[in-house]
């Protein structure tokens, strides 16, 4: 697609740390892992290859809507803004920079280069794109969904899996209510990672998609990053969202290069932050993802065995210990005597004392003989 006047226009100087980074925090994970090696596929609308940031990592890529050529240049800056948030190349100066610097970028060009187009794909140019991308890369990156489902869509997500391809997907951007929240795919099929976007207090951006298909979230509301040409632009949606997942995959696969799409998956998901909704919501999925723990976390797969049944050891005694044990009884019964018959001798010997030794038993009481005649009536109140 060749640029021109009605292209985007290009980004502003920024020198601070974005809040998105903050959050994320992936610099903790760079002394271990950059994702060098690692290949992400973006699938958008195409990648500016010559930004000074992504200058040397940008591949040249495929345009799927026209099914030939690169996809190397990017008139409306969707593309480059996804893979700055993957591997922007860090400033001598700071600030911002990619969650995984390190990694290369393929570019996909899956909707019409036009400013004026609906950022929308279609499913079989989507299928188109992850086939040729689950060929080339590591991890595939869906920033634009399509809201129609196909069988030829959902085919290629399986095979780019099966391939030892991981897929991410935006959610989507129409859950304002007049959009309706429709499905968006592939972000729906069960071997895609879907993303959605939160603001900087962590809470859902309004037009973020929601469902069951939301596995995780990740900074998607006033987000700075790269813009097409130079500079730098503060963007919304959930495919920018979805770049951060893609990076923080990028890290993993680049620790751990035998790890599986699900292992991936799985990681990125276990060890996220938890979000508002709890252990796991619609609107939030798994929580906020992290690097960091993705990274450094080790998660039991395996299932649990079970502890084989007590029994009680039969022992083969020697004699001598059986006349130990004896022994030890038996002088454990004399010392038990010995004491009760020191007790008792202590509480009566004081008792023998005040009695002067004589016998306990005390002598009968005496009789009392009543008269056989009764006596005169006592008057109580006559005077004597």
């Given at each position: ?17 974005p ?29 500016d ?42 400033s ?97 099929y ?45 963007v ?20 751990d ?96 004392r ?9 002598p ?21």
């Amino acid at each position: 697609v060749a640029q021109s006047e009605d292209c985007a226009p290009v980004g502003e100087p920024f020198q601070a740390v974005p809040w998105s980074q903050r959050m994320v925090a992936a610099e903790r994970v760079w002394p271990f892992t950059q994702g060098r090696g690692v290949t992400v596929a973006v699938l958008a609308s195409g990648v500016d290859a010559g930004h000074p940031r992504l200058a040397g990592r940008v591949r040249e890529g495929f345009d799927a809507v026209a099914g030939a050529g690169p996809a190397d240049t990017d008139c409306i800056g969707l593309g480059t803004q996804v893979a700055g948030v993957i591997a922007a190349r860090r400033s001598p100066e700071g600030g911002f920079a990619g969650v995984a610097p390190q990694a290369r970028i393929l570019p996909v060009r899956v909707v019409d280069g036009r400013p004026s187009s609906n950022l929308v794909a279609e499913p079989e140019v989507l299928a188109s794109g992850i086939r040729w991308a689950a060929a080339r890369a590591d991890v595939i990156v869906v920033a634009v969904p399509a809201y129609r489902d196909h069988d030829d869509l959902e085919a290629s997500v399986s095979e780019a899996v099966d391939a030892g391809v991981l897929v991410v997907a935006a959610a989507g951007d129409l859950a304002g209510e007049t959009d309706g929240n429709p499905a968006p795919y592939p972000a729906v099929y069960p071997d895609v990672l879907g993303v959605g976007a939160v603001g900087p207090d962590a809470l859902r951006w309004p037009d973020s998609q929601y469902g069951p298909y939301v596995d995780l979230v990740a900074p998607g509301a006033a987000v700075v990053t790269l813009q097409r040409g130079d500079g730098m632009v503060t963007v919304d949606g959930t495919g920018v969202a979805a770049g951060f997942v893609a990076g923080a995959a990028a890290l993993v696969r680049g620790a751990d290069r035998d790890a599986s799409p699900r292992e991936i998956a799985h990681r990125l998901t276990a060890t996220a932050t938890p979000a508002p909704g709890g252990s796991w919501s619609p609107q939030y999925g798994r929580g906020v993802v992290n690097p960091y723990a993705a990274v450094h976390d080790r998660l039991v797969t395996a299932s649990p065995s079970a502890l084989p049944a007590a029994t009680r050891p039969v022992a083969d005694e020697h004699p001598e210990w059986e006349r130990s044990r004896d022994v030890a009884v038996a002088g454990s019964l004399g010392a038990l005597v010995l004491v009760v018959a020191v007790l008792t001798a202590a509480a009566a010997l004081p008792r023998g004392r005040r009695r002067l030794w004589r016998p306990a038993i005390a002598p009968a009481p005496p009789a009392d003989r009543q008269p056989e005649e009764p006596g005169p009536p006592v008057q109580l109140f006559d005077e004597s």
